[in-house]
C-alpha cells in the first residue's frame, strides 16, 4: 500500500515537474517585461508594415497546412476511411487550438473527438499519439543534426549528421516495425510516412519561423536559417515547458539565440507572431469545432481473396495479412508487411498492365510501397514496360511428369540418394489420417536445428492450413520420421513443407520428393513445383550455402525464373529488405480466438471448446 501511494506519488511529481518549470520561466519572462519601454514597444508594433503582417499571415497558413498532414498520414497509418480533406481539417483545428491552450495532445484529442465522434475514443487517442509522437520525432532529427549546426555555425556538419542520423532511425523502423510497451503492440509508422513527416516537420518550421523573420525588424532579424534554427531549438523548450503556447520557455530561448539591442522591436515582434500564428489559428480552429462535424466514413470493405489462383502457392498468403485488389477485369492478392503492399504471384485474373495504377495507389493510401513479388517473366516485361524497376529474385524448380523418371544421366546423384533410403528401409505413402501430435513434434525437433521456420511466402506449420493439403510421409520400421506437404491448382502440384527428425537416413527427403512426384504423375498433374531457389546472382552476392540448390537440382529440374518489381529503384530496395526481414521474422499467424483453440487442440489431442463468441486477436 505505502508502495502504490509512492509510486502514485512519483507519477504526479513527474507530471507536474514540467509544468513548475514551465511557470519558473513564465516568472522569469515577466521580471524581464518589467525592464521594457512599452511605450516603444507599442510603436515597434504598429510600425510593421501591413504587407509583412498579410505574408506572415500566409506562412502561418502554409505552416499549418504542413503540420494538418500529420493527421491525413496517421488516417491512413490506422486506415480509418476518412478524406484527406476531412483529416487535415481536423488535424489543423486541433494542433492550432491544443499548441494554443496548452496540454496539446489532450486538447487536440479533444478537438478532434468533436469533430470525429465516430471514430470512437479509442482510435481518436491513437491518432493523437501517432500525431504528437511522429512530430516529436521529425522535430528532434532535425533539430539535432540541422538546427544546432546552423547555430554554432558549423553548417556542414548537417551535411554529415543528418544522412547518418536518418539512415540510422529508418534502419531501425525497418528492423523494429512493431514496439510493445506493458502489454500493448505499437505499429510504428513505415518509412515512407516517416519520410513524410519529416518533410512536413521542416516545411512547418521554415514558414513558422519565416513568419516569424517577416514580423522582426529588419535591422535587428537574423539570416533566415539561422533564424529558423533558433525557432526549431526555441519550439522545444517551449514544448518541453507545458505553459500554454509555451510562454516563457519560447521567449526566453529565443532571446538567448537571438540577441538584439532593440528589445522592444524584438519584444513587438513576439506579440505579433503570437497573434499570427497562435491566436488567429486558435480562434479559427474552435470556430471550425465549434460549426464543423465530419460524417462517419464510408468504409471501403476490403476485397475478399481470391479463392483459387493459377498458381498453387496463392494458399500461403492465407497464413499473413493480405487483401484482395480488384480493377475491371483483372485481380489480384496483395501481401501485407510494414512497408509494402505486395501483389503476389502475379494476377489471379486478367493482365497485370492494369492493376500496376490501382496497386500503387492503394500502397500509398495505407503509408506503404507497392511491389510485385515472385512474378513471372511475362508479368516483369509488362511492368518494365510500366517504367517500373524489375529484377530477377529467384527461380523455380519445374519438373514435367509426363517425363519424369529417375532413369539417365541427369539424375544419377537422385537414384544414388534413393538407394541410401531403401538400404535403410525407408518407405514412403501419402499420410491420410495425420496424427498431428506426431507431425507437430517432428515440427518442434526441426525448429530447434533449423531455427524459427519462415513465413509470408513460405509455408507455416500449422493444423488448421496443412489439414486440406496432400501430405507425405516418410516411415522408418513403422514410425513417421519425416513428412512433405502440397499445395494444389489446376494440373499443378507445388511442394510446400519439409519437415524431418534430425537423425534421418540419407535421401529421405529425396525419396519423399520422388513419392510426391509419382503420386502426382499417377493422378495425371501434370506439373510438380519444388518451390525456389534464390537466383544465381543473388547467392553469388550473398555468398548463401548451396545445399537448397543442389538438393533440387538432383531432379535435374527446368529452371524458371521469378522476379520482383518496384516503381523506382530506391523502393525496390526498401521493399526488398522489408519482405526479407518478415520472412526471415514472420509475425504471428493472425488466428481468430476460435482457430487458436482448434490449433491447440489438434496439436495435443484435446477437445477445442466451443466459444460463444470470436473476434480477431491481435497477434501480429
Request: aromatic letters at 8%; charged letters at 15%; a positive charge.
Amino acid at each position: 500500500m505505502v508502495k502504490s501511494k509512492l509510486l502514485q506519488s512519483g507519477d504526479v511529481v513527474k507530471r507536474l515537474l514540467p509544468l513548475a518549470i514551465g511557470l519558473g520561466f513564465m516568472g522569469l519572462l515577466w521580471t524581464k517585461t518589467q525592464d521594457l519601454d512599452w511605450f516603444a514597444v507599442q510603436q515597434a508594433f504598429e510600425a510593421i508594415p501591413h504587407w509583412r503582417w498579410a505574408a506572415a499571415l500566409l506562412a502561418s497558413v502554409i505552416s499549418f497546412w504542413a503540420v494538418a498532414q500529420y493527421d491525413v498520414i496517421a488516417h491512413r497509418h490506422f486506415g480509418t476511411g476518412m478524406s484527406a480533406r476531412a483529416a487535415r481539417h481536423a488535424g489543423a483545428a486541433a494542433i492550432a487550438v491544443g499548441q494554443t491552450t496548452g496540454f496539446g495532445p489532450v486538447i487536440g484529442g479533444a478537438i478532434r473527438w468533436r469533430l470525429m465522434p465516430a471514430l470512437g475514443h479509442a482510435q481518436i487517442a491513437r491518432i493523437t499519439g501517432f500525431v504528437t509522437l511522429g512530430f516529436l520525432s521529425a522535430w528532434a532529427l532535425l533539430s539535432a543534426t540541422i538546427a544546432l549546426p546552423l547555430l554554432i555555425r558549423q553548417s556542414w556538419l548537417a551535411l554529415l549528421l543528418f544522412p547518418i542520423a536518418a539512415l540510422g532511425f529508418g534502419g531501425a523502423l525497418m528492423c523494429y516495425p512493431e514496439l510493445r510497451l506493458f502489454g500493448f503492440k505499437l505499429n510504428l509508422p513505415s518509412l515512407r510516412a516517416m519520410s513524410q513527416m519529416t518533410l512536413l516537420a521542416g516545411c512547418d518550421l521554415i514558414f513558422a519561423g519565416l513568419a516569424l523573420h517577416l514580423l522582426l525588424p529588419p535591422e535587428i532579424a537574423p539570416s533566415l536559417p539561422i533564424l529558423v534554427a533558433a525557432f526549431a531549438l526555441a519550439l522545444g523548450a517551449g514544448m518541453m515547458g507545458g505553459t500554454p503556447g509555451g510562454v516563457g520557455p519560447f521567449e526566453l530561448a529565443l532571446l538567448a539565440l537571438i540577441p538584439s539591442s532593440d528589445v522592444a522591436g524584438l519584444a513587438a515582434a513576439l506579440i505579433a507572431f503570437r497573434l499570427v500564428y497562435y491566436v488567429i489559428p486558435c480562434i479559427a480552429g474552435l470556430t471550425y469545432a465549434a460549426l464543423g462535424r465530419v460524417k462517419a466514413p464510408d468504409l471501403d470493405i476490403v476485397q475478399p481473396l481470391v479463392q483459387q489462383g493459377p498458381r498453387a502457392e496463392h494458399a500461403i498468403a492465407r497464413q499473413s495479412r493480405t487483401q484482395g485488389l480488384r480493377e475491371k477485369t483483372a485481380e489480384a492478392e496483395l501481401l501485407e508487411t510494414p512497408q509494402t503492399l505486395a501483389l503476389f504471384l502475379g494476377p489471379s485474373r486478367g493482365q497485370i498492365a492494369e492493376l500496376l495504377k490501382p496497386l500503387r495507389r492503394q500502397a500509398f493510401a495505407e503509408n506503404r510501397h507497392a511491389c510485385l513479388y515472385k512474378v513471372t517473366a511475362q508479368d516483369a516485361v509488362q511492368a518494365r514496360k510500366n517504367g517500373w524497376t524489375v529484377t530477377a529474385i529467384a527461380q523455380e524448380a519445374v519438373i514435367d511428369t509426363r517425363s519424369y523418371s529417375t532413369t539417365g544421366p541427369e539424375r544419377r546423384q537422385l537414384r544414388r540418394f534413393l538407394r541410401k533410403a531403401s538400404k535403410a528401409k525407408v518407405v514412403f505413402a501419402p499420410i491420410e489420417a495425420p496424427d498431428w501430435p506426431v507431425l507437430h513434434a517432428i515440427h518442434k525437433e526441426w525448429e530447434e536445428k533449423h531455427g524459427q521456420e519462415r513465413g509470408l511466402t513460405m509455408g507455416r506449420f500449422c493444423p488448421l492450413y496443412l489439414r486440406d493439403k496432400p501430405l507425405f510421409g516418410a516411415y522408418q520400421n513403422g514410425v513417421l520420421i519425416g513428412f512433405t506437404s502440397g499445395l494444389s491448382a489446376p494440373g499443378v502440384l507445388s511442394l510446400d513443407l519439409m519437415r524431418h527428425r534430425s537423425d534421418i537416413p540419407n535421401g529421405t527427403m529425396h525419396g519423399l520428393i520422388d513419392h510426391m512426384i509419382t503420386w502426382a504423375q499417377e493422378r495425371g498433374i501434370e506439373e510438380v513445383c519444388l518451390a525456389a531457389v534464390p537466383h544465381p546472382h543473388l547467392t553469388r552476392l550473398l555468398r548463401l550455402p548451396p545445399g537448397l540448390t543442389r538438393f533440387k537440382a538432383s531432379f535435374a529440374p527446368r529452371w524458371r525464373p521469378l522476379y520482383m518489381a518496384a516503381p523506382n529503384k530506391m523502393a525496390l530496395i526498401i521493399c526488398a529488405l522489408d519482405i526479407l526481414r518478415t520472412v526471415l521474422r514472420p509475425p504471428a499467424i493472425p488466428y481468430t480466438t476460435a482457430e487458436r483453440w482448434q490449433v491447440d487442440a489438434l496439436i495435443t489431442g484435446e477437445t477445442a471448446p466451443v466459444p460463444r463468441q470470436t473476434k480477431l486477436r491481435e497477434t501480429g
